[in-house]
């Protein structure tokens, strides 16, 4: 090794790059060693391959652990809830299926049973909560009716339902603090019935609508019908009026000329016979037998 190339190698591992390469060290120790706690939070610190009892950091704070040898797992201590999203079949005291979907306000009370029967995290909580849930309100549906359902539960049976959804919850470390139903419907069947009596009476009403116009359709012809009759009517008493009138006046006129008043009158109103006979002319130079002469003014 030559003089030049002792130099370099001197260069590179000088106290000052060691001292940084140090610095490095010592902050990713103390970021590894170190673990926030915050509000609302409980630590659960395992130690690697041990079977000692987890260790916890209650209060919110800044805490030190072994880096890479103890595991700590954050875990949330404040009030969640869980429902379910959609109603499940529930059998009623009078034997009725109903539509239900509950709901549960809980939290974390044990956190050490809660790591353990979650693995850690691994294993989710929501579906042991549901299966707990839908367990519990079983045994309160199949002491009510459905009537009753559609009120809200009473103090007592809130109490009995959170105290026998607690019992399957404790394995988890798990506290429920208020459980409630969120929705009450009626079965597929229920529902289907109703639709289908809704439906029959939607097409009875259209039916009743369709005959009751038909009915005032035929009123309106009806009257139409009068009124055109008492139309023609009327007019053919009003020209019945006007050749009486005009027969009269015929009358009075041939009267004032010939004085043949009433005889006239009555050939008017004699009937026509089939074959009408020929008149003869009547001379001016001999007037109708009875009949006064004319007078000349």
Known sequence: MTATETVKMDR?????????????????????????????????????????????????????????AERVWLVDTRLQTTEQGSPLSYTTLDQQTVQLSGWAAWRVSDAIRFNASTASGKNPVDERVLAALGKTLTTIVQMKTVSSLQSSLSNDEQARWLEALNGELAVLGITAEQVGIRQVALSEAANEAIYNRMAASRQQAERRLVQGLSADEQQLVALQTKQRDQVLGDAYQQSQRQRQAAESKLVAAYAKQYGQAAAFQAQLKAPVPATAAVVAPVSSAAPPVGADPARSE
Do not use: H, K, N, W
């Open 12 to 68: 590179r591992l000088s106290l000052g790059r060691l001292g940084a390469v140090a610095v490095v060290l010592a902050l990713l120790l103390a970021i590894f060693s170190l673990v926030v706690v915050e509000s609302g939070q409980v630590g659960v610190v395992i130690r690697t391959g041990s079977d000692a009892t987890p260790r916890l950091l209650m209060e919110p704070g800044i805490y030190t652990r072994l880096p890479f």
